[in-house]
């Protein structure tokens, strides 16, 4: 479990991702490089969202499933050109991502490059966010995943709409020898700087599922809410009999829920529901009025109970505004 090192700076960073503007380093996620004439149809006959079709300057969350319809992959990949993509994956999970790629690479004409020490990667959070980069000279984009090139005093960049925490956020990929300085002038321009704790805080605030948090093995993306990550009616991709019928039905097995704890707990824990094993705790995180939120993935008949156990932690249920629902 995270807690805050530093609460006074923890507090801020929250309260600034909620009312103006947050900065948070994201250099430890893993990025990569996929490229070549082959690499849009590659991807296109795997994964769950239209790659041929996306258009340039368009991004998306994506998933390469089991046959069970069961995520074994997720990123979110951005379109450079005809030929070249990034994929930006969760902290360790590149390699991951590049393995389960090419292990159904068979002479395609594509590489995979792992561009982890050639760029850093910032993210702005907040309402004022858009302000603020304009107050640079930057144009924010405004579509989900929408990106295009940017320099700041003469840092070039490559800005993305990401809303990680909430409406808006930004993405910011940075060569590595500008970072700093980068960071420095949109620190200077008003954005409080927050750590992990605080993003991580912040991500379960907004029930944001996150690889392989709640977006793994366990769960079909649809039992998360995923579906900007699947493009309804396209063609084969392993696990689309899953995906098509449980959208035709309309009931996935699992939903997320996020959750209030009276005490803390770890992330993977069994919830039972009457001594009944309903679900798992996905992830756990500090709130600013001292307790601890949560998100879950339960059963679908038990999602609406009005509380759970996790072990001899009481759980019950948490609007997305914070209040009690």
Request: net charge negative; charged share 25%; proline share 6%.
């Amino acid at each position: 479990m995270l807690n805050p090192t530093d609460p006074t700076a923890f507090h801020q960073a929250f309260a600034a991702a909620r009312q103006r503007a947050a900065l948070f380093d994201l250099s430890a996620r893993d990025r990569l490089r996929i490229a070549g004439r082959d690499a849009a149809s590659f991807q296109n006959r795997l994964l769950t969202y239209d790659v041929r079709n996306l258009p340039a300057g368009a991004g998306a969350r994506v998933f390469l499933l089991d046959a069970r319809g069961r995520v074994e992959l997720a990123f979110h990949l951005l379109r450079l050109d005809e030929e070249t993509f990034l994929a930006d994956c969760a902290p360790g999970h590149g390699e991951a991502v590049l393995e389960g790629l090419d292990r159904f690479h068979f002479g395609e004409a594509l590489t995979f490059t792992a561009i982890n020490e050639a760029h850093g990667l910032l993210h702005l959070a907040g309402p004022k966010a858009p302000a603020l980069l304009a107050g640079l000279g930057l144009k924010p984009p405004e579509a989900a995943h929408a990106h295009h090139e940017a320099t700041l005093d003469g840092a070039a960049m490559h800005l993305v709409r990401h809303d990680r925490l909430g409406d808006p956020g930004f993405d910011l990929w940075i060569c590595r020898p500008k970072l700093d300085e980068v960071q420095e002038r949109l620190r200077a321009a008003g954005a409080v700087p927050g750590d992990g704790t605080a993003f991580e805080a912040l991500r379960v605030n907004a029930g944001r599922p996150e690889h392989a948090n709640e977006l793994g093995p366990h769960t079909v993306p649809l039992d998360v809410g995923a579906l900007d990550g699947i493009s309804e009616g396209k063609g084969c991709y392993p696990g689309q009999e899953v995906i098509e019928r449980t959208l035709a039905l309309g009931k996935p097995a699992q939903r997320l829920v996020t959750v209030w704890l009276d005490g803390p707990a770890d992330a993977g824990a069994d919830i039972t529901r009457d001594g009944a094993l309903v679900g798992a705790l996905t992830s756990v995180a500090p709130h600013p009025d001292g307790r601890f939120i949560g998100l879950a993935v339960l059963r679908r008949r038990h999602a609406d109970a009005d509380e759970w156990q996790c072990g001899d932690v009481r759980l019950t249920p948490r609007a997305l505004d914070g209040k009690a629902a």
